[in-house]
């Protein structure tokens, strides 16, 4: 059984941080593209950051780039934020897809993160 397990979310003030992980289990994310998206309220979802392979290349949106990292350690996919504000508000979900085979697509429950004073 495949889970991805986010955590991390949270209130936090303009300006601050946080750092989302994602743990996986049942699967080997070495093999599969690791995702960061986000959806805000009344708004279509949004890919955020992507990590993938070994050495690892990462890809970022340009609302967050200089602002966030993605990382790998293991099985588990993280994502720093810093610089915080209040339109990095949303749910954040991460995903795995396989590289090879597309239609394994797993994704987590997601997890909060409000930015606001």
């Known amino acids: 059984q495949v889970q991805l397990v986010e955590s991390g979310g949270g209130l936090v003030q303009p300006g601050g941080s946080l750092k989302l992980s994602c743990a996986a289990s049942g699967i080997k994310l070495l093999w599969y593209v690791a995702s960061w998206h986000r959806q805000a309220p009344g708004k279509e979802r949004e890919l955020v950051a992507t990590i993938i392979g070994s050495p690892e290349n990462t890809t970022y949106a340009d609302s967050v780039k200089g602002r966030f990292t993605i990382s790998r350690d293991k099985n588990t996919v993280y994502l720093q934020m810093n610089s915080l504000a209040p339109e990095d508000t949303a749910v954040y979900y991460c995903?795995?897809?396989?590289?090879?085979?597309?239609?394994?697509?797993?994704w987590g429950q997601g997890t909060q993160v409000t930015v606001s004073s």
């Open positions: 995903s795995a897809q396989h590289y090879s085979w597309p239609q394994y697509d797993y």
